[in-house]
């Protein structure tokens, strides 16, 4: 196991989720990291505004353009505190992110629930989500 904590290239990651559970598992080279609390905290907050796991999931975007589309979307509202707010109450800022980016609205709705979890896990307390959502980054 290392001591260097400065390291921050993340080599592997694997998210699990079923059977109610979710696990997290980060590789860096050196450590192995398994997350649990930090998963649970972030279940409490998406529960608290009505959302599963299970929907995070099967509202994540699939195709490459729309995952692109959501990245983008993530990174205006963090860069927008209104429209952060919002996606924190749960509502998703759907019609101002498709005026904003010039993406359809139904794309957006049909995801609205994955844009809501990324903003809570980007603008919280979420230090091994947020590494794992930005370790994606680089997917199409």
Known sequence: IAQDDMREVLTGC???????????VALDGYRLALRREEIELF???LEDLGISMEELVSSSPRHAATRKACRRAC???LLNR???DKARSGRGPVKELSEALGVSAKTFERHRKYLVGCAIA???EYRC????ILSREGEA
């Open 129 to 132: 989500i947020t590494e794992y």
């Open 14 to 24: 694997l998210l699990e989720i079923g059977g109610g559970d979710v696990t997290m």
């Open 43 to 45: 279940r409490a907050d």
């Open 75 to 77: 990174r205006h509202m």
């Open 122 to 124: 980007l603008a919280g």
């Open 82 to 84: 209104a429209l952060l």
